[in-house]
């Protein structure tokens, strides 16, 4: 989203100064006790100010999901949206106002099920937009039915033998649809959210952020195998570093058949490891992307970043240099455009 | 030899070849010169469905049809006076409406046994009947073309392709239209490559002294300019009137237009229309779907624009949702129906009024939307403001209803003075509207509540698809509150009555038994089949709606006055329901579902059968 | 001391608590035993709108109601006349609806100082005169819970589990339900765990034991058995109902049942329900969303299935496109739409009648459909049936209209036999006909084209979404074809009205004034205030419309046949304008929006009120 | 598709015995002249009898644009869906009939804009169709706008001053969304589209083809730069072969940062080449799909491949297991289940 450069004019309250009660709304937070989500909001609530947004110029957009009540818990602009169709309505904002700090948040649900072909064209687009992507693996709102990136094998109301479709990889589908910015946090890494928030708010164009959600309701612990080991089943993404887990002892290597490979690390030995480059190659975040539990531990910061004109910017750019080329329209000469003819009074023509 | 001209009050002109004969561009130049000649007038092209179906096949035939007149005429016309073909296959897709005993025009040289084939005509239709009581014309306009360009040494394919300008001249002749539009036209279009300059300029000369000079001809044709208000004119289509339209709203009330659409046909015009005009400011966005370009409209809107998006019958059904939405966030927008035949993918090219219902009910829940209908392509304009206007005043969507007939045709629009045009306040909201607080959701005197956008201090709000609280906009299961907020955006729509003209009823003889009631594009026709009914002596009174909801304040006195009331529409008697509804009188229904648009003979015909009864 | 026993004709007893407290398991084990007991039930669960709205605020209220009585009942009844409530929060949101003067049993041990705030009481209300005026029974529900369990050797956590069962032995003493009944379903549940067993057992027993032998209850109540038809019944819901009912349409029509759907409350029920019957052969795919569950249970059909798919309001919205593409390929399909409060996501768990007119008429184009509506809970059953039959009778998509609260509420069912259900015959085509060809839309004398799957040997045919050839279902453009499909997709599925029953009229006294006409799940509600309103020696008259497109064809003769008609809906007058204009009679509308059933009181009120005027 | 074990059975013509006229309807084919549809309409029609295909079992289904129109020209069953839905009709016939061979035909709108989440899901579910998309880079039908694979500042009627939003990859978006087979082919290359046919028709799930299609009329030689010179241009894929084009003169090897890049073969030495495994890892296929012009030269044939159950072989199989399970449903049983009383006669209840 764009980073706001000025904080002061009309009357936004100057950065620097706001705390975290200027972001938090007068509504009742109804989350299940428990639920993954009041880490998010608690971590948005609180970092906010230290970027220096202003809340007067900031919109956050939500679709249908226990995820989409965040935007209720916001004391920003914000539009709860209908099923899926968030990033649309954030691609409207985004376009017509680029001075506006814009936060899109989805679920696997709305924003990879019916959403999925809004998510991948704001992201190819690459619209001025922060995705905050809040993967439960599950339906919370709704009950608990499966969602596009539950397990095959997923036993829910509506597959009560077992899910039978074959998971999205959310980071591969946001790469491969052309995202500029992919990035990956648990719920409850405060800190590493606010990191990779920091460089999302830097970011200009399409971020999509996954979050590892716990549901403790429907889906309880399916991110444990991530998140009760960090050392050993996570990956702490450092720009320049090599890709090394459980204490610096293994790392990850590209084996053969471009296949990823775990490694041991022996006498610190980190030569054979990729080494971390978020602006590296597509193909590279690739790699990244098919680290997943159960057989890798999962990458977690800022997993690939490139520079591109955003939408908005470029759409915007077409409407200037219109005017500059063309002039201002002057709709009376508009109308006037043309083969035009004089009736006078005497019915005489010229 | 010096020629008759004989004197014609009203002609019918049809020019048809194959798609890549240049049709179109014949029938504009035509229409340019006959406005300037000063004649009433009212076009429609025909463009064939496919893309480019094979050369030489009727599938590939496309048409222009002009009714000029010294009177004022108010449709295309029904059957054309004159036929040009400019092969066999535009003779055997268009000969069935001529006129019986009309004047055939035919391109002797495309009459080959080739092209007869693929015309699928079996033999001649020149020489086994088929032409029979038809004046028919046979010139050989590709080889006289050829002849008259050669020495400017383009290739024949090149100097073919003259052809329809040699048409345009010799029709231009018969008609005794001003030359110079055209060879001025020709002169501006061709100032730089001025070999095919050339070429055109000739081909037309050619034409036009071919119909001087040659034997077949015995007689011109002269139709008289008709008296008409004065002031500047130009000649526009509902398209662009549309798209103008819009683009005045948007200036009339300093906001920024934003058109979100989804190509689809007849609606894509308005999207390619509106792309040009990036120097007013108009932002336009391709979506990946028409759900998709709802929502960036409706987005656009939350931040201070005016959102609208465009599309056709498939489109509609897929925005349900956002419209929805729309209505219960209270937000402006535009929403364009141009329809087309249904149900499904239809006939795409062809024209229909069959989403009227769709327009009124077609979003689950209460979920009110005022609808208001072009009557005419300039109108379209006119149409397009007004919803506009009810959008940003009543914080609504609003939807506006066209169709392909209005989108592709033309008629001579007397340019209105833009300082002459409504001022639309968009009246953001800039401060608190309850001592220290703001509330989205507080309405004013109309129902409307206030327009906040992002960006304005303090005024910072969230709003959403669920129930809101009065007021507050807070998340709301209340019983009661559900109910009044029902109550309330039902009555802000229908309080729009008391903002909007009433119908008007054109009852000469002020004592017509019968009144024909029509909305949207059917004006010109039902105006004229009326005309055509008191020119035989018997009285009847029209009245046509361009607010479909709410209805005009006086409709239900209107129609109770009279004794009987016909609705024609190009449906099945979508707005026979509502009527009979609502005002409870026995409205019957002349309904035609064909693709095509309402002909005076049929209607005058149903007029006078409902008046003998 | 000996206790007196009261006796009454008809009880209606709420159970209220928090989501965790087990309110739903309650009501649905005290529903059993009156089940068994033979009264007549009409019971409705009602859910809180949240997943898991904090503990022991209102939100988070569960609640569960049941009218049991000695005649047949219709409705789970409006004002409870005992409520059990588990904590301050499910008094303070129940209270009002509760009789003046009805019974409170309050869990003492809930109403501590923090439950009191979280529920949002400034002051404890059993002793700010809040609850003046009715008979309050304070019990300490938790602490005897907990010391009848204790010898168990549970944490105490686990023994307060207990305390909605000893709430249900309490409330079981009072009606003289069958204490068996509950204790072999605890004994079939529980069986391997033991512990829990016991201690619901203990619980179980405590609460009816407390009853009995305190002071505190002098009186207990006896209702009756209701006289009901011989036979065997069960208790079922309208979802479960409505599942069957789509098995059963299976079964007797020999087709694979193919559900496609995308969840949405209050539609997923369905879902769920239909995906644990694979042994019924039945198939079920949750779809990326209601655009894709659409045409997946389309293709279903075409490649022979009974293709049937779920959904609620905005669901609807979305699948409009699809469904209109099901009209012209004229396929059988079945889509279910529960609906819900609207517009917009509305407020999701409550109920409202308003998808009528979008299922008339939310598609582009003139795309008529048959329409169904449910009017009970079992009924669910046999308007899935009767869906289908149309469906794959007259190859046409078909819409059946349930509501939150048919899909929620559940009554005694008088189970059918299987055989005898209707048959339905799918009666694929299996060869030419047409001399040697296949024509895909040559139609039978219902007007119904041949249904012709993938795999059959010589079918081969290809059919889409632009109009298509009368027989051969070629693409055509031709206009005269166009309005004779148009004419005939409409006739067909008006000819449906000659296979339909006729609405019935209930009229005893056979010359009532007033006709009330319902539709759908207000049935109950509608014969119930009738009732009322003839034992106040009032003439009145009701119908029940099942079908709602096409009208019975006695619809008209009925309501022309009443000096006054009223339509009581949950929208804002749908029927009402269907009927008008239909019709042309001046029915009036009964409007009630608030998310919830029609209640008696207030119907019967407005009943006498228009008989009055 | 699934393959046809039983030529024979219930009428169909027997395999083998078929000619292209076996498939060609008497529908009058109309598309503009010149067309890229007509190449791949010929080499359909004329390679379906090679496979044996029986067309009773064979199921076109299509959605809207100019390539929508093929099913009407294919003697087969056939549907011609609405604008982008074509994956899910074939979705619930592939379900409910998986003796069926079925084949969507879309286009890059058809099947990347609106399409574009049908698309995915059905490929991630691995349903057992085949998805020829025909990517002319434009839309056709509606005349000539920008679609969403058009290269970026694309003038169209929609785009006067040139197309903003970056081009969606279709391969990469397919691999992305997890496909188990995926290939390329230009309209004109009746050859190779035959090897494609042949292998796609023997591979059970969901099959994606990108067919390099030109529009003459509105987009005219927009692949030329790949098609003019096959040699240099176009990279023929073989398994187990290096990747090799310029007659082996060049050839393309995995650079640093994990970038693919062009080498010179000198003395024939291919080692440094990648070669080609069409079994190979996801993470090869996102290589190749990155190879496009006019940096590279394009992959041409089958660029990846993975067996996975497919998700109609695993719905059906679920029914077979709870029949086998639970026994076929009895659908009296079923309504007399759980609690039920019976009522005499004298109103007595057991
Ligand atoms: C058009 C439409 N279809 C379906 C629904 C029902 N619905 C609401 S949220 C949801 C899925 C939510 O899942 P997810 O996005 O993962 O959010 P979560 O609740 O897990 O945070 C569904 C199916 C709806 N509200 N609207
Ligand atoms: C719901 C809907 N929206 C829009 C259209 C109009 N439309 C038909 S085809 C098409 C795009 C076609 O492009 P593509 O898929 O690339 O096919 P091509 O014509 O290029 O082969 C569009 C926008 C439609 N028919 N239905
Ligand atoms: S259902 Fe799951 S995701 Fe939703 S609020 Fe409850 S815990 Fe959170
Ligand atoms: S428009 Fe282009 S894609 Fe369509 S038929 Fe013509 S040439 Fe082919
Ligand atoms: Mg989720
Ligand atoms: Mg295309």
Redesign the interface.
């Known amino acids: 989203m764009s980073a706001n450069d000025s904080a002061n004019d009309?009357?936004?309250t100057a950065a620097g100064t706001l705390t975290k009660k200027d972001f938090t709304?007068d509504?009742?937070v109804?989350?299940?006790?428990g639920c993954g989500d009041y880490a998010i909001l608690a971590t948005v609530q609180g970092f906010m100010p230290e970027l220096g947004i202003e809340?007067?110029?900031?919109?956050?957009?939500s679709g249908?999901g226990?995820s989409g009540r965040f935007?209720?818990y916001?004391?920003?602009?914000?539009?709860?949206?209908?099923?899926?169709?968030a990033p649309?309505?954030?691609?409207?904002?985004?376009?017509?106002?680029p001075?506006?700090s814009i936060w899109v948040v989805t679920g696997d649900g709305d924003g990879l099920?019916?959403?999925?072909?809004?998510l991948?064209?704001a992201l190819?687009?690459?619209v001025n937009l922060t995705i905050l992507m809040f993967n439960n693996q599950i339906?919370?709102?709704?009950?608990g039915?499966?969602s596009?990136t539950s397990a095959l094998g997923t036993r829910a109301?509506?597959?009560?033998?077992?899910s039978?479709?074959?998971?999205?990889?959310p980071i591969?589908?946001?790469?491969?649809?052309?995202a500029t910015f992919v990035a990956r946090a648990a719920d409850t890494d405060a800190k590493l959210m606010g990191k990779i928030l920091e460089e999302a708010y830097k970011h200009k164009g399409a971020v999509f952020i996954e979050m590892l959600q716990n549901c403790p309701?429907f889906n309880d612990g399916v991110w444990e195998g991530v998140k009760d080991d960090p050392k050993g089943k996570q990956i702490k993404l450092e720009q320049g570093k090599p890709l090394v887990f459980a204490d610096g002892t293994k790392g990850i290597a590209?084996g053969a058949?471009?296949?990823?490979e775990i490694v041991d690390v022996v006498g610190g030995d980190t030569s054979k490891l990729l080494v971390h480059?978020e602006h590296?190659?597509?193909?590279?975040a690739?790699?990244l992307a098919?680290l997943v539990q159960p057989d890798f531990p999962m990458p977690m910061g800022v997993l690939y970043r490139q520079e591109?004109?955003t939408?908005d910017q470029?759409?915007?750019a077409?409407?200037q240099?219109?005017?500059e080329?063309?002039?201002?329209?002057d709709?009376?000469k508009?109308?006037?455009s043309?083969?035009?003819?004089?009736?006078?009074?005497d019915?005489t023509?010229h | 030899m010096t020629k008759q001209v004989e004197e014609r009050q009203r002609v019918v002109i049809r020019f048809a070849g194959d798609s890549g004969d240049g049709m179109q561009l014949t029938g504009d130049r035509f229409t340019n010169a006959t406005a300037v000649f000063g004649n009433d007038l009212a076009t429609l092209p025909d463009f064939p469905a496919e893309i480019r179906a094979p050369a030489g096949t009727v599938h590939g035939v496309s048409a222009f049809q002009i009714q000029f007149a010294s009177t004022d005429i108010l449709t295309p016309g029904d059957h054309p006076n004159v036929l040009i073909a400019m092969n066999p296959a535009a003779l055997r897709a268009e000969l069935g409406q001529v006129e019986k005993g009309g004047i055939l025009i035919l391109n002797e040289d495309a009459f080959t046994q080739r092209n007869l084939e693929k015309a699928g005509y079996a033999a001649d239709p020149r020489h086994d009947g088929t032409l029979d009581g038809y004046q028919v014309y046979e010139v050989p306009m590709t080889s006289i073309t050829v002849r008259a360009v050669e020495e400017l040494g383009l290739t024949r394919k090149e100097a073919e392709r003259s052809k329809n300008i040699f048409a345009l001249g010799l029709v231009s002749w018969m008609f005794g239209r001003p030359t110079e539009v055209t060879l001025n036209w020709l002169h501006k279009k061709f100032a730089d490559k001025s070999q095919v300059y050339e070429a055109n300029v000739a081909a037309f000369k050619a034409g036009y002294n071919f119909g001087e000079t040659t034997e077949l001809f015995g007689t011109s044709f002269e139709v008289k300019p008709a008296p008409v208000r004065p002031g500047t004119y130009r000649n526009v289509s509902g398209a662009q009137a549309l798209a103008w339209g819009l683009v005045a709203a948007a200036e009339r009330s300093g906001l920024r237009l934003f058109y979100a659409s989804y190509p689809i046909t007849p609606a894509s015009e308005l999207l390619h229309e509106l792309s040009r005009l990036k120097n007013f400011g108009v932002m336009t966005l391709q979506a990946e779907d028409e759900i998709a370009a709802a929502n960036v409209a409706l987005g656009a809107s939350f931040a201070g624009n005016l959102g609208v998006t465009g599309t056709s019958g498939p489109g509609m059904d897929l925005k349900a949702e956002t419209l929805g939405l729309a209505v219960t966030l209270e937000l402006p927008m535009v929403i364009v129906d141009v329809q087309r035949a249904g149900p499904s993918t239809g006939m795409p090219t062809k024209t229909e009024q069959s989403d009227l219902l769709l327009a009124m009910f077609g979003r689950h829940g209460e979920s009110p939307m005022p609808v208001v209908a072009a009557r005419s392509p300039a109108h379209c304009f006119d149409a397009a403001i007004e919803a506009a206007r009810l959008a940003v005043t009543y914080r609504t969507p609003v939807i506006v209803l066209s169709d392909t007939f209005l989108g592709n045709s033309s008629e001579p629009w007397l340019i209105p003075d833009v300082d002459s045009l409504p001022v639309i306040d968009p009246a953001f909201a800039t401060g608190p509207n309850a001592g220290q607080e703001f509330l989205p959701y507080l309405r004013d005197e109309r129902l409307a509540r206030p327009w906040a956008i992002p960006g304005s201090a303090g005024l910072r709000h969230r709003i959403g698809g669920l129930e809101k609280e009065e007021g507050t906009g807070d998340i709301s299961y209340d019983p009661d509150n559900h109910a009044r907020m029902t109550a309330l955006r039902a009555a802000k729509v229908q309080g729009i009555v008391d903002d909007i003209l009433p119908v008007e009823v054109d009852d000469p003889d002020s004592n017509a038994e019968l009144l024909v009631l029509g909305w949207g594009s059917t004006d010109g026709a039902i105006r004229a089949s009326a005309r055509r009914v008191r020119e035989r002596g018997m009285k009847v009174a029209t009245a046509q709606l361009v607010h479909l909801n709410p209805f005009p304040a006086n409709l239900g006195e209107v129609v109770r006055s009279y004794r009987k009331v016909l609705i024609p529409e190009l449906n099945l008697g979508q707005l026979a329901l509502l009527v009979r509804g609502r005002y409870l009188v026995d409205a019957r229904s002349y309904t035609k579902v064909q693709g095509l648009p309402l002909h005076l003979d049929e209607l005058e015909a149903e007029i006078v059968k409902v008046m003998q009864e």
Chains 1, 4 share one sequence.
């Open positions: 009309d009357g936004g709304s509504q009742e109804r989350w299940c006790p809340p007067d110029r900031t919109v956050f957009v249908i226990c935007t209720y916001m004391d920003t602009y914000g539009v709860h949206g209908i099923h899926g169709r649309a309505i954030a691609t409207g904002i985004a376009t017509a106002n001075d506006l099920s019916i959403g999925g072909n809004h991948i064209h190819r687009r690459n339906y919370g709102l709704t009950k039915q499966y596009p109301p509506s597959t009560p033998t077992g039978i479709d074959h998971p999205l990889n591969s589908l946001a790469l491969g649809a052309g309701v590209l058949g471009m296949k990823p480059d590296g190659s597509q193909l590279y690739h790699l098919q591109k004109p939408y470029l759409a915007n077409q409407i240099d219109a005017i080329k063309q002039g201002a329209g709709l009376g508009l109308l006037y043309g083969m035009t003819w004089e009736v006078g009074a019915g023509r």
